[in-house]
């Protein structure tokens, strides 16, 4: 089993996020790859979110090698009137498969229930992502219902509404 280290985002992680968010194939289910300007400024607010907030952005790095192999993390989001923690998670191709999403998730998890803002936790994966639809029942996450998710902003997609209540262990 692959150990996995989670880190505060940093100044070298621009690589890893154009590795993550420029490509397609990364993005299928995301609504497609983002551009050049968009991952360099989404780089600028993860290095720059307040510490003492409810987001929080993580590299997910091996820890045997110290090498970036995707991102994690949580963020505040309002959804049907009331605020919550929403999750996301990349793990790069080359690593997939191997159990690190869901370490890596379990963590976040974890770093998130510490001090909560938050009761709930939500991860909203498209219905037709697999992996990340298996990684949610695999860390107890109760599937609410089918919905239609804005995502990116002005595109609309069918998603799973997971939730996690960060007060129950
Ligand atoms: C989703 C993603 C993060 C998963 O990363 P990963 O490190 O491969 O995930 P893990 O290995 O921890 O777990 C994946 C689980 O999904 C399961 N899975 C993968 N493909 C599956 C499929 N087609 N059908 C059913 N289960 C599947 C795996 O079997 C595994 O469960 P297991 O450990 O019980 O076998 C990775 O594929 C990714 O980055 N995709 C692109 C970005 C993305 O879609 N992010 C999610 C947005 S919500």
Redesign the pocket.
Known sequence: MVDVLLQPWSEGDLPLLQKLLGDPG?????GGPESPEQILRRHQRYLHLPEEGADHMFRISLKASDEGV?SVGHWKKTWREQSMYEI????LPA?????????AAAGAIEHARQAPKYQYMH????VE????N??CR?LGFTLLEECQFEYPPGRSMVVNDWCLDLLET
């Open positions: 990364m993005m299928e289910y995301l995707g996301g998670w990349l793990v690593y997939q498969g191997q159990g690190i999403a869901t370490k991860a909203f994966p498209s992502n697999p992996a990340s298996a990684i695999k």
